[in-house]
């Protein structure tokens, strides 16, 4: 399994629409979805009360190739949406990208 987690500083007054777009069934999900290989999406938020406002997605696709063919396929999609949602955050970083050993 490829794994991408991102880490993300979310505005306190946009943290609904935050959740509501990048949560298991939302905005990003329902992109990722019309794309083979996608398995889900989870979002964390943490519990440190001075980061009450920081969230991390874990995307999960079979393999590195299949989310790499869906940026060719829906790479403007993608960057759209992106740019749709930047007001919703002061602060975004990819964590970085994993395998799983399983």
Same mark, same amino acid.
């Given at each position: 399994?490829?794994?991408?987690?991102?880490?993300?500083?979310?505005?306190?007054?946009?943290?609904?629409?935050?959740?509501?777009?990048?949560?298991?069934?939302?905005?990003?999900? &329902? =992109?990722? *979805? $019309?794309?083979? !290989?996608?398995?889900?999406? %989870?979002?964390?938020?943490? #519990?440190?009360?001075?980061?009450?406002?920081?969230?991390?997605?874990?995307?999960?696709?079979?393999?590195?190739?299949?989310?790499?063919?869906?940026?060719?396929?829906?790479?403007?999609?993608?960057? &759209? =949406?992106? *740019? $749709?949602?930047? !007001?919703?955050?002061?602060? %975004?970083?990819?964590?970085? #990208?994993f395998l799983s050993e399983d």
């Amino acid at each position: 399994m490829y794994v991408i987690v991102w880490e993300f500083v979310v505005r306190p007054e946009k943290v609904t629409a935050f959740v509501a777009a990048y949560k298991p069934d939302g905005a990003w999900a &329902r =992109l990722f *979805t $019309q794309a083979d !290989g996608y398995i889900g999406t %989870e979002l964390l938020r943490s #519990t440190d009360s001075d980061q009450a406002a920081t969230f991390v997605t874990i995307d999960r696709w079979k393999t590195a190739e299949g989310f790499a063919r869906f940026q060719e396929r829906f790479g403007s999609d993608y960057r &759209r =949406l992106d *740019t $749709q949602l930047e !007001g919703l955050t002061s602060r %975004e970083r990819k964590l970085g #990208t994993f395998l799983s050993e399983d």
